[in-house]
């Protein structure tokens, strides 16, 4: 995917941040 900064502007869920960063595990609170 396109590279992506982790940073919350509280625009993208966090699912879209997941898809947008590094696939890795879910992001899990």
Not at 1 to 24: D, K, S
């Amino acid at each position: 995917g396109v590279w992506h900064q982790h940073v919350n502007t509280g625009r993208e869920p966090l699912w879209l941040i997941w898809i947008y960063g590094p696939h890795g595990e879910l992001p899990t609170t």
